[in-house]
């Protein structure tokens, strides 16, 4: 089982820069792909971007693609998410998944472990 526990987000003016993180717990944890999902307000949950258990392999939501950048780090259990030029329809609540794949997959059914999530607020 691998329990995670995001941490990163608040509120930032549009143009600028947040990096959220996502500890995770579990010896397994190397052998997730990891992937990182928004809910906007009144919206359904989205992918923004996911990267594999060994981290050869990244994809992007076209919405993010050049802004955001995923990584992790298998000896200290976190995978990252860093997000430039910030925009104010990147609101949302961000969360952390883990699925048992290995590979990033965009369907939030396939992963199995979730994180409770972080506050991400652009101003204009």
């Known amino acids: 089982q691998v329990q995670l526990v995001e941490s990163g987000g608040g509120l930032v003016q549009a143009g600028g820069s947040l990096r959220l993180s996502c500890a995770a717990s579990?010896?397994?944890?190397?052998?997730?792909?990891m992937g990182w999902f928004r809910q906007p307000p009144g919206k359904e949950r989205e992918f923004v971007a996911g990267i594999s258990w060994n981290g050869d392999s990244t994809h992007y939501a076209k919405s993010v693609k050049g802004r955001f950048t995923v990584s992790r780090d298998n000896a200290k259990n976190t995978v990252y998410l860093q997000m430039n030029s910030l925009k104010v329809e990147d609101t949302a609540f961000y969360y952390c998944a883990a699925n048992p794949f290995g590979v990033v997959l965009e369907d939030n059914g396939q992963y199995f472990y979730w994180g409770q999530g972080t506050q991400v607020t652009v101003s204009s």
């Open positions: 579990g010896r397994t944890f190397s052998s997730y792909a």
